[in-house]
Nanobody, 122 residues
Framework: VQLQASGGGLVQAGDSLRLSCTASGRIYSSWVMGWFRQAPGKEREFVAS????????YYAESVKGRFTISKESAAQSVYLQMSALKPEDTAVYYC????????????????WGQGTLVTVSS
């Protein structure tokens, strides 16, 4: 399956932004969909994940309380609602899938999309 991330842009600190990740095919109930991000010069890091069958969610500590991951089965899409954005949230955001929950290692995820750039100015 191909995953297409979109919705990035340039915002100011404190603003909100919603990212979308749409699958080209079916997302199976056994899958866990995740969002990662990669800032310049840094490793790709886990942001949030959602279990497709139960909608159970898991967040990195750095975004807990500010970001919300959700899904829409009919649209085969996963969303990342980001609020109270900070300059340190600036990164390319990627979506991918795994079969484990919760799973934070990027090495356990597959079908990475091309990413969408989020830039937060101070």
């Amino acid at each position: 399956v191909q995953l297409q991330a979109s919705g990035g842009g340039l915002v100011q600190a404190g603003d909100s932004l919603r990212l979308s990740c749409t699958a080209s095919g079916r997302i199976y109930s056994s899958w866990v969909m995740g969002w990662f991000r990669q800032a310049p010069g840094k490793e790709r890091e886990f942001v949030a994940s959602i279990r497709w069958s139960t909608a159970r969610t898991y967040y990195a500590e750095s975004v807990k309380g500010r970001f919300t991951i959700s899904k829409e089965s009919a649209a085969q899409s996963v969303y990342l609602q980001m609020s109270a954005l900070k300059p340190e949230d600036t990164a390319v955001y990627y979506c991918a899938r795994t079969g484990d929950f919760p799973e934070t290692s990027r090495h356990k995820y597959f079908d990475w999309g091309q990413g969408t750039l989020v830039t937060v100015s101070s």
